[in-house]
């Protein structure tokens, strides 16, 4: 069993108009207007890498809210261990300076 992480974080492309994108890994997904927009592709896509017996996760990189797991095919639903979580947001944090 594979682990998924899908990474939802903002990106400035201009002053005025943020975007948001998803990353897996080092690869790049989307560019979405809307932090929900963004969230429900990551959602998806890991529902499906779920339907296919992996574990997946989607974080959400909120600059004013910090990070939080915002969906988890671990059984619990979004209320996952918190040894898991610290380890799925370093995960996460680990791809943005990678």
């Known amino acids: 069993m594979a682990r998924?992480?899908?990474y939802v974080c903002r990106q400035?492309?201009?002053r005025w108009a943020p975007r948001w994108i998803v990353r897996k890994g080092h690869e790049t997904?989307?560019?979405y207007l809307t932090e929900s927009?963004?969230?429900l592709?990551?959602?998806?896509a890991a529902q499906?890498?779920?339907?296919r017996g992996d574990e997946a996760h989607v974080v959400v990189d909120d600059p004013d809210?910090?990070?939080?797991?915002e969906w988890s095919s671990v059984a619990g639903g979004p209320v996952i261990p918190a040894a898991l979580a610290a380890v799925l947001l370093e995960e996460a944090a680990s791809t943005l300076t990678a």
């Open 48 to 51: 499906d890498a779920g339907g």
């Open 41 to 44: 592709d990551a959602v998806e």
């Open 4 to 6: 998924e992480l899908y």
């Open 65 to 69: 809210r910090g990070s939080r797991i």
């Open 29 to 31: 997904y989307g560019e």
């Open 37 to 39: 927009a963004a969230v």
């Open 12 to 14: 400035e492309a201009t």
